[in-house]
């Protein structure tokens, strides 16, 4: 096990990479700066830290018969997709106005509201395409508080970063591990009683 508090250099040096090329983009227009984010992690470093390879191995798990030209479309498309979502959540203000207008629908909605107005909380699971933070920066835009339990990423340097851009897209409270920290972020949004989150 890695001990996460001791000086990484490979790691350290990564999240200066990642970083400085996030920082750059902040100069670009939104518009503009979100398809190259994408295109920079498909093309560029998607290939060097073997997520293409990743994503062949787990449509081999889970679709063995998905034809070759589609196989090597989604291994460019999810890093696509996952450079998109950092390009966006690092963009801050301008990623919160871009989707503070979104509309919320869909299977729970009702009683998502009838929970607020009990003034109860909810659990929300998310299965998702695209950017995963949406729902959550829409919530809060709307004034629902909101927190989450997140994976924190193996480079702790650029986790420390990460924690700080999704903390500016909501007010939200993290909660990194419930299992090995705690869930001090969502008894912060609701309250436990007896098993049962209110």
């Known amino acids: 096990?890695?001990?996460?508090?001791?000086?990484q250099p490979i790691a350290f040096a990564q999240n200066l990479v990642l970083r400085g090329f996030m920082g750059a983009l902040l100069f670009i227009p939104y518009h503009?700066?979100?398809?190259l984010g994408g295109w920079f992690v498909s093309r560029a470093l998607a290939p060097i830290a073997g997520w293409r390879d990743r994503v062949?191995?787990?449509?081999a798990l889970i679709l063995p018969d998905l034809p070759q030209s589609e196989v090597e479309r989604l291994a460019r498309a999810v890093p696509d997709a996952a450079g998109r979502t950092l390009i966006e959540v690092n963009s801050g203000a301008e990623f919160k106005a871009h989707v503070a207008n979104c509309p919320i629908k869909g299977a729970g909605l009702t009683d998502i509201l009838a929970a607020r107005a009990r003034g109860q909380?909810?659990?929300?699971?998310?299965?998702?395409f695209g950017n995963y933070d949406v729902m959550r920066a829409v919530l809060s835009a709307k004034g629902?508080?909101?927190?989450a339990f997140y994976k924190p990423f193996s480079n702790p340097y650029f986790n420390t970063y990460y924690v700080r851009m999704i903390e500016i897209c909501r007010r939200a409270d993290l909660c990194p591990n419930p299992q090995r920290h705690g869930c001090n972020g969502a008894a912060s949004a609701g309250r436990w009683h007896d098993g049962d989150f209110d």
Do not use: E
């Open 144 to 147: 629902y508080p909101v927190a």
């Open 121 to 128: 909380g909810v659990i929300l699971v998310s299965g998702h």
């Open 56 to 59: 062949r191995k787990n449509l």
């Open 1 to 7: 096990m890695t001990d996460r508090s001791a000086f």
């Open 32 to 35: 503009w700066r979100v398809p």
